[in-house]
T-cell receptor
């Protein structure tokens, strides 16, 4: 089983749609969680950290369910500029300085 | 402030040659990471440096790969006797980690290496 699993997609949605991405991680001892986005042929950029209580940043909402080892990202009112690959990232169990990366979920927002 | 910078942005080299890739992290960031990403693939961890501690080299794919970090700042990744399978984008990231307990990593634009 992969340490971080994501549905690769692609997700094709119209502008204005709400889209949700899910991610599962294998080691219950992982402590920190993030969503990054990566545009085609660009470096990954931090989108948001994910906190136990859930957190929101504008149109983006992240949720963490430690019991199920599950992380989600919800994008509301999607824009063309949201088209990218979304990477789920968790810290290695026992070593918060090392990140374990999912392969990403591809999103295409269409006009 | 200035982000992570990497040089060169592109490098084309012949099989068998050595290459050096450079990373300049965000000022004050004590942790520095090297990854590589092949076309259409996920990030592959190579090595990380944390302050004055011994680096974690567990991701280096072979002994042709080495890295050093001088003065706790700039890092150089060296690939000796390059092979075609080394062709990838090499990404550097830095993090405050040690000082802040915050583990987000910030990436440079990468070096696209092509071995012909």
């Amino acid at each position: 089983r992969k340490e971080v699993e994501q549905d690769p997609g692609p997700f094709n949605v119209p502008e204005g749609a709400t889209v949700a991405f899910n991610c599962t991680y294998s080691n219950s001892a992982s402590q920190s969680f993030f969503w990054y986005r990566q545009d085609c042929r660009k470096e990954p950029k931090l989108l948001m950290s994910v906190y136990s209580s859930g957190n929101e940043d504008g149109r983006f909402t992240a949720q963490l369910n430690r019991a199920s080892q599950y992380i989600s990202l919800l994008i509301r009112d999607s824009k063309l500029s949201d088209s990218a690959t979304y990477l789920c990232v968790v810290t290695e169990a026992g070593n918060n300085r090392k990140l374990i990366w999912g392969l990403g979920t591809s999103l295409a927002v269409n006009p | 402030g200035a982000g992570v910078s990497q040089s060169p942005s592109n490098k084309v080299t012949e099989k068998g040659k050595d290459v050096e890739l450079r990373c300049d992290p965000i000022s004050g960031h004590t942790a520095l990471y090297w990854y590589r990403q092949s076309l259409g693939q996920g990030l592959e961890f190579l090595i990380y440096f944390q302050g004055n501690s011994a680096p974690d080299k567990s991701g280096l794919p072979s002994d042709r790969f080495s890295a050093e970090r001088t003065g706790g700042s700039v890092s150089t990744l060296t690939i000796q006797r390059t092979q075609q399978e080394d062709s990838a984008v090499y990404l550097c990231a830095s993090s405050l980690a040690w000082t802040s307990g915050s583990y987000e990593q910030y990436f440079g634009p990468g070096t696209r290496l092509t071995v012909t």
